[in-house]
Nanobody, 116 residues
Framework: VQLQASGGGLVQAGGSLRLSCAAS????????MGWFRQAPGKEREFVSQ????????YYADSVKGRFTISRDNAKNTVYLQMNSLKPEDTAVYYC??????????WGQGTQVTVSS
């Protein structure tokens, strides 16, 4: 199983970025896909998740209303659209997948830097 995250970069506060997570190696229709982030000196934190089968979503309070998670079944790809970015959103963003309660598969991370 491979999760390939991409789309990070440097953006000014108030700007937008779209992260992508390309999944391969198995059928993910029964999986929940998620995004996490880890800022320097901080623990990794949950950002958002989407259930592949029905598209239901969930967000951390810190990103609710600014970030949108979505999936493209044909491309086996999950996206995280990030709008109204803030300097505190600066982190390495990871995509992950789980079928049960534990996040089993992780991507390599993509850096997002928001300048003030």
């Amino acid at each position: 199983v491979q999760l390939q995250a991409s789309g990070g970069g440097l953006v000014q506060a108030g700007g937008s970025l779209r992260l992508s997570c390309a999944a391969s190696g198995r059928t993910f229709s029964s999986y929940v896909m998620g995004w996490f982030r880890q800022a320097p000196g901080k623990e990794r934190e949950f950002v958002s998740q989407i259930t592949w089968s029905d598209g239901s979503t969930y967000y951390a309070d810190s990103v609710k209303g600014r970030f949108t998670i979505s999936r493209d079944n044909a491309k086996n790809t999950v996206y995280l659209q990030m709008n109204s970015l803030k300097p505190e959103d600066t982190a390495v963003y990871y995509c992950a997948a789980r079928r049960a309660s534990a996040w089993t598969y992780w991507g390599q991370g993509t850096q997002v830097t928001v300048s003030s």
